[in-house]
């Protein structure tokens, strides 16, 4: 059993940035950030595969949005930048045992408990 654990979440204004972290209890694959907004649906948000070498965003935040992983550090950080209003959610960690990125959600066999990302105008 894997547990991830994220941090990094808070409240940001329109324009600004934040970067999330999430730590994994053992050795993962694919990794994967999804988010769930106010009356919305979990929605995928990046995928990133074991190496780094392969990336998957979500349209609504390519350009602004950036994930990498340390895998020594067991690690993988979901930086957030020109953040939006419509960005506010709980962002949620995955991990999958795939090993080649992932975007949909019944893909990844573990998920952390969530970290809230609010931002205001």
């Known amino acids: 059993q894997v547990q991830l654990v994220e941090s990094g979440g808070g409240l940001v204004q329109a324009g600004g940035s934040l970067r999330l972290s999430c730590v994994t209890s053992?050795?993962?694959?694919?990794m994967g950030w999804f988010r769930q907004g106010p009356g919305k649906e979990r929605e995928f948000v990046g995928s990133i595969n074991w190496s780094g070498s392969s990336l998957d965003y979500a349209d609504s935040v390519k350009g602004r949005f950036t994930i990498s992983r340390d895998n020594a550090k067991k690690s993988v950080y979901l930086q957030m930048n020109s953040l939006k209003l419509e960005d506010t959610a709980i962002y949620y960690c995955a991990a999958s045992n795939s090993i080649v990125t992932v975007i949909s959600a019944p893909g990844y066999d573990y998920w952390g408990q969530g970290t809230q990302v609010t931002v205001s105008s």
């Open positions: 053992g050795r993962t694959f694919t």
